[in-house]
């Protein structure tokens, strides 16, 4: 069972940064591969970030690339997400997940969500 907790959602203007954290409990979270997901009602869950287990892959959807960085801190059970030049489009509940499964980007295999965060950006 792991439990997690998004938080540094807010209001920012275009232009901006974030950082959001997810903190989780469990002493498995280590072994999970680990995501940001986003997503704005009526909308379906959007693949943000995600990180293998190991630390030593981290995909980006193209629409953040270059923008945001994701982060893991295993010790601490953490992950970040450092959200710069951030737009309009980026306006979204934010959602840390684990999963054990490999397709990294398909919401469908998370077995665990936080509650989310909610990021709004302002023109």
């Known amino acids: 069972q792991v439990q997690l907790v998004e938080s540094g959602g807010g209001l920012v203007q275009a232009g901006g940064s974030l950082r959001l954290s997810c903190a989780a409990s469990?002493?498995?979270?280590?072994?999970?591969?680990v995501a940001w997901f986003r997503q704005n009602p009526g909308k379906e869950r959007e693949f943000v970030a995600g990180?293998?287990?190991?630390?030593?892959?981290?995909f980006y959807a193209d629409s953040v690339k270059g923008r945001f960085t994701m982060s893991r801190d295993n010790a601490k059970l953490s992950v970040y997400l450092q959200m710069n030049s951030v737009q309009p489009e980026d306006t979204a509940v934010y959602y840390c997940?684990?999963?054990?499964?490999?397709?990294?980007?398909?919401?469908?295999?998370?077995?665990?969500w936080g509650q989310g965060t909610q990021v709004t950006v302002s023109s």
């Open positions: 997940g684990v999963a054990s499964g490999s397709q990294i980007e398909n919401a469908k295999i998370y077995a665990y």
């Open positions: 469990g002493r498995t979270f280590s072994y999970y591969n």
């Open positions: 990180m293998r287990w190991s630390g030593d892959s981290t």
